[in-house]
């Protein structure tokens, strides 16, 4: 079974642009989940997506985005990008049942200039 | 809101000894997941506990929750090189994870 897939694997962009990341998940699996990881911060969960509805949410401002196709595959998007953005971002497929472990993907390295 | 805080944020050890990560909830957790990182990579789940005092064993690796369902231990006994990086903690709540900041491992071989 293919594991989680994150595109682009590296990106720089600059302040105030906007940037979207791609996510496609574990076959079958039917939640996604965005984290971003700094070395300062830790693992900061921004949401969850299940059946193309946000079902939870971090405490992330409203730059950040994201949405759930049908396929389950998901997409993330920040729109004017501060340094501050500069992260890895983990996305994360599970099956949708409650307590489900996180299968990671490889990340996006987003460095923002 | 729902905090978990995991000790202690680095260990260096030498290889052979034990390890230890200890990780506390401000609230009663449904379960607690474990996941280890290894430098450059990414999270890989190791283990779910869920039960109230649940104790499991992977190999040298031992995982303990507590009675109160608020704190949760990994062990490791005689670490190996391949033992390196970093183990977070995981604790769910009402269809949230919330990490802890995790416990970067190092060893001198």
């Known amino acids: 079974k293919a594991g989680v897939t994150q595109t682009p694997r590296y990106l720089i962009k600059t302040r105030g642009q906007q940037v979207t990341l791609s996510c496609s998940p574990i076959?079958?699996?039917?939640?996604v989940s965005w984290y971003q990881q700094t070395p300062g911060q830790g693992l900061q969960f921004l949401f969850e997506?299940?059946?193309?509805?946000?079902?939870n949410k971090g405490n992330f401002p409203g730059r950040f985005s994201g949405r759930q196709f049908s396929n389950s595959r998901s997409e993330m998007n920040v729109s004017t990008l501060e340094l501050g953005d500069s992260a890895l971002y983990l996305c994360?497929?599970?099956?949708?049942?409650?307590?489900?472990?996180?299968?990671f993907g490889n990340g996006t390295r987003l460095t923002v200039t | 809101g729902q905090q978990v805080m995991q000790i202690p944020q680095y260990q260096h050890v030498q290889e052979g000894e034990d390890f230890t990560t200890y990780c506390n909830s401000s609230?009663?957790?449904?379960?607690i997941q474990w996941y280890k990182q290894r430098p450059g990579g990414h999270p890989v789940f190791l283990i779910q506990?869920?039960?109230?005092?649940e104790v499991k064993k992977q190999k040298r690796l031992t995982f303990q929750f507590g009675e109160a369902k608020k704190n949760s231990s990994l062990h490791i006994t005689a670490t190996q090189t391949t033992d390196v990086g970093t183990y977070f903690c995981?604790?769910?709540?009402?269809?949230?994870?919330?990490f802890g900041q995790g416990t970067r491992l190092t060893i001198n071989p």
């Open positions: 994360a497929s599970r099956t949708g049942e409650i307590n489900s472990p996180l299968h």
């Open positions: 076959s079958g699996h039917r939640s």
């Open positions: 997506y299940f059946s193309e509805t946000q079902r």
């Open positions: 609230t009663t957790l449904s379960n």
């Open positions: 506990l869920v039960k109230s005092g």
């Open positions: 995981a604790g769910g709540r009402a269809q949230k994870l919330v």
